[in-house]
């Protein structure tokens, strides 16, 4: 049985954005991500451009195979693109080399991706902890924000299990302490609850709402759940390469 989620003060409130002018965390401009293929190019979007203000929980939907993930990975430092500009947390992330970008990913993003990929043989403080031993932390200051962490999603009596011991709800729990244990600028999740079912789903979008919150998170969802994604404080449709905004 799933550990219970923790108990809310109140309803989490509709991300809103305030009517102060304020420098975007993500900036993006003419950006085109180009694959070549045995049959040609193939050009999964061109002319891009996407602007994303601290504070924000923005939803990205479209078809399979629009470049949703693709597009996460860009501004993530995962990918580099063919072409155009990205700037996250004022950094121009197009021009990293990867020993920067491995640097930038661990300080500055967070991710939860549909699956959970927690590391078997280590238990479940000690993975929320990984991002900080990577840092260079000793387990003396990793492991006890690692630990407020988990009782932030309602697991710190699972400290000690392993993922095979969790359910799926608790493992993507898990994995979403993990994402936020380094204080990142932006969260970026990928399809976070599309591998639970639907009452696991709201629960932990719930969880996540509730932080984008409390932490004043800047978050980036790609989902093909409407509903959810009409939580949100905005919702952009990925379609024939341009991002579109629906409501």
Known sequence: MSAPLPAAAGPA???QRDTE????????????KTYVTARGPLTL??????????????????????????????????????AGTVHCASTNVASLTAREGARFRNSQIGYVWQFHYLLPEFTAL???????????????????????WLKEVGLDDRSDHR??????????????????VGNPALLLADEPTGDLDEATSGRVFDLL?????????????????MDLAARCTRTLRLESGRLATLG
């Open 126 to 148: 000690e993975n929320v902890a990984m991002p900080l031993l990577a840092r260079g932390q000793s387990r003396r200051e990793a492991l006890p924000a690692a630990s407020k």
């Open 209 to 225: 709402e509730r932080l984008h919150v409390s932490h004043g998170l800047t978050t980036i969802l790609v989902t093909h759940n």
């Open 163 to 180: 993922p095979g011991e969790l359910s799926g709800g608790e493992q993507q729990r898990i994995a979403l302490a993990r994402a936020l």
């Open 13 to 15: 409130s509709r991300p």
């Open 45 to 82: 979007f061109k002319n891009l451009d996407l602007r994303v203000f601290p504070g924000e929980l923005v939803a990205i939907v479209g078809q399979s195979g629009a470049g949703k993930s693709t597009l996460l990975h860009i501004l993530g430092a995962l990918d580099a693109p063919t």
């Open 21 to 32: 002018p304020r420098a975007p965390l993500v900036e993006v401009h003419q950006l085109e």
